[in-house]
Every structure is written in structure tokens, then in C-alpha cells.
């Protein structure tokens, strides 16, 4: 192994990042996959983001993962963009080339891969609620719709700001040819077959006002966030009869893509999922 992949750099920068799992999950994948690198976490300013990402290119860096509170900092600051972090307006994933700083977003595609391949939910031809309308909506919404969904309902506590989204996404939704619109919580109608959380709720140990009978029979209720105990949405669901599922696959599943644009190896998740759960 030469010098240069021996001393491959990577990092997640945050405030606060003490918590972060990515370190181990991408030590995981370099001993699996044989990738000579390192990986640490790097606690940035508040006001010093832009700082401490140059200072890490200038150490030798070759990539990082962004999470809270950078991910529209790491957007602006990329000079190119792949199509999914222009349509979420926010990156959580830079790769540091010789032209410059490339920026995409593996959130919602990590999301997709753990409900269709690990859980094993399709999507295509189904009917999806995301609920909530704001970055974490946003940041899945384009994948959710490569999946042909048959219609996607996008459910917020005020109607205009769902709407908001429906519009950002109808130029990107390619050939996806079902329905795509925008209701208030309150104002849900009918059951789907996947009911998604992109709310910040399940923080406060709250429930998004919604519907039971939202939960279609033999429903997928996936919480975005994750716990080592089921979220109160996944107890919620789970009372009515739906199958449940938190976000750490999603976790896993979207480091893993964060890899492969790194070092173009696709590293197995299985095992390291399992691992986490039990952590957890």
C-alpha cells in the first residue's frame, strides 16, 4: 500500500460531534474493504466551519461528512454539486479533489436502500407519507422519488410549507409519474403503504398528529431518527398494527455511500448494522 493511501484523511465535522458513530462504522468498512485511511471527528465553531474544513484540506484531507448544524454551510461552500445535494440544498458528504470541493448528499439515498433492501419494503408503485417539511424532508425527498413511487403526500403541520416543498421537487421529478402533493397533518386522508418521519418529534418524545388509520394494512412506519429504545412514533405505529423501523440503518446505509464516492468501494453493511443494534 503506497504512502498516499496510507495516509488518506477523512472526518465529521459538527457542533456537537462527540456522539457521532461514523468513525467506528468507517473504521469498520476500511479493515473490511482493505482501505489504507483514517477517520476522525472534528468539532468545529459555530462560526468556524468554512475554517476548519480548509485547515483539514490543507492537512492532506481528502474528504468529510457534515452533520448538524453544516450541512447548508458544506451546500454553499461545495464548488460542484451532484444532483441530489442541489435538489436537498444541503450536503452532507465533500470530497476534496485537485479541482476543488464536490458536494453530495447520501441521506435519502441511505434511507431508500435500508427501507427497500434491508427491510424490505418496495416503493415503486406504493403510496408514501413523509411527514414533516424541512431539511431531513428534503434530503430524501428526490431518492423517495426515483423509486416511482405511486404517489408521495408530503404532510406538515402548516399545508403552505409542505407546498413549498412539492414545488422545489416538481422539476426533479424525472420520470416519476405518480402523484405528488402537499397536506396539513390534520387534513390526511386514506392509508399508505409507507409512512415516513422526517420530523423532529420523536426528540421531544412526541408523536406527529396524524391519523391511525393513516397505517395501511401491512404498513412500514420508519422513524428517521434512532434510539436504543423504539421512538414513541415507532411505539404509536406499532399499536396499530404497522411494521416498525428506526434510522439507523439509514445511518449505516448512507456512511456507506459517503464511502464508495470516497474510495470507490461499496462496502457491506450488514454486519456492521448488527453490531450498532446491539450497541445501541
Partial sequence: MNAV????????IGNPVAHSKSPQIHARFAAQTGQGLT?????????????????????GARGAN???PFKLEAHAMADRL??????????NTLKFEADG????????????????????????????????????ARGVLLPILSENPLEVVIANRTQ????????????HRGTFCGALRASEF???????????????????????????????????????????????FMRFAAGHGAAVR?????????????????????PETAQIYAELRQLA
Avoid at 5 to 12: G, M, N, T
Avoid at 82 to 91: I, K
Avoid at 101 to 121: K, P, S
Avoid at 186 to 211: R, Y
Wanted: charged letters at 20%; zero cysteines.
Fill in 5 to 12: 493511501a496510507r495516509s488518506a484523511r477523512y472526518a465529521v
Fill in 39 to 59: 477517520y476522525e471527528r472534528l468539532l468545529a465553531p459555530l462560526d468556524g466551519f468554512a475554517a476548519t474544513v480548509r485547515e483539514f484540506i490543507r492537512q
Fill in 66 to 68: 457534515v452533520t448538524v
Fill in 82 to 91: 451532484s444532483e441530489r445535494a442541489r435538489a436537498a440544498g444541503a450536503v
Fill in 101 to 136: 470541493i464536490l458536494g453530495d448528499n447520501t441521506d435519502g439515498v441511505g434511507m431508500v436502500t435500508d427501507i427497500v433492501r434491508n427491510a424490505g419494503f418496495a416503493m415503486a408503485g406504493k403510496r408514501i407519507l413523509l411527514l414533516g417539511a424541512g431539511g431531513a
Fill in 160 to 171: 403552505a410549507k409542505a407546498l413549498e416543498l412539492v414545488q422545489r421537487f416538481d422539476a
Fill in 186 to 232: 390534520s387534513n390526511l386522508q386514506g392509508n399508505f403503504d409507507i409512512v415516513i418521519n422526517a420530523t423532529s418529534a420523536s426528540l421531544a418524545a412526541e408523536v406527529p398528529p396524524v391519523p391511525p388509520a393513516v397505517l395501511g394494512p401491512h404498513a412500514l412506519a420508519y422513524d428517521m431518527m434512532y434510539a436504543g429504545q423504539p421512538t414513541v
Fill in 246 to 266: 428506526d434510522g439507523l440503518g439509514m445511518l449505516v446505509e448512507q456512511a456507506a455511500e459517503s464511502f464508495y464516492i470516497w474510495r470507490g468501494v461499496r
